[in-house]
């Protein structure tokens, strides 16, 4: 099965994210936009991996205070939009002690350094992103997810498969 480990968000943050994707939608930017379900911040991407039991197990070593997360502007990877959040120390520390424990526990990642962003849309029809207003959104992180994803009819299906929580 494909895993990832990620924040999931409260309902303010997913509203500012879904009042972003708006705003393309009525710039007529078509695309795959990231269903509201599916809206989360990735911290580091497993890929196939079959127990995630063991996963889990490692992932409680990772010790963090509960933090804040604020969105904060927009880029783009080529053809991949996403939405930033403000620098947070903590976000580092947290991603850079879940994959130190993974590499610990010989559990394979996606080694590329850690860039926080949250997809909004992949394949815009237009090549550049206009300007769009990314409303004040925060929310206190006090729970990271192990997320299962499985290719569905209808695109990707996210499920929580676990969680772990803040000292
Ligand atoms: P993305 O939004 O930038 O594609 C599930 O695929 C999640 O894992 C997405 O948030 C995706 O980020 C992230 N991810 C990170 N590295 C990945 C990789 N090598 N392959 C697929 N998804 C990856």
Redesign the pocket.
Known sequence: M?L?I?IKFNNEIRSALLSMQEQLKRTNIRGNY?KPENL???L??I?EYGDPDYVLETLEKVRFKPFELALDGVGS?GR?W?AGLTASVELHNTAAQIRHFLADADIPF?R?KFSP???LI?EPSKPTMPAIEVPAASMTVEEISL?R?ERGRNG?I?TETGTIGSV
Do not use: E, N, P, V
Request: aromatic content about 22%; overall charge positive; cysteine-free.
């Open positions: 494909r990832f990620a990231t989360h911040l990735t580091a991407f890929g990877f991949l996403w996606d590329k962003h949250i997809t992949r997320m994803s990707m996210y």
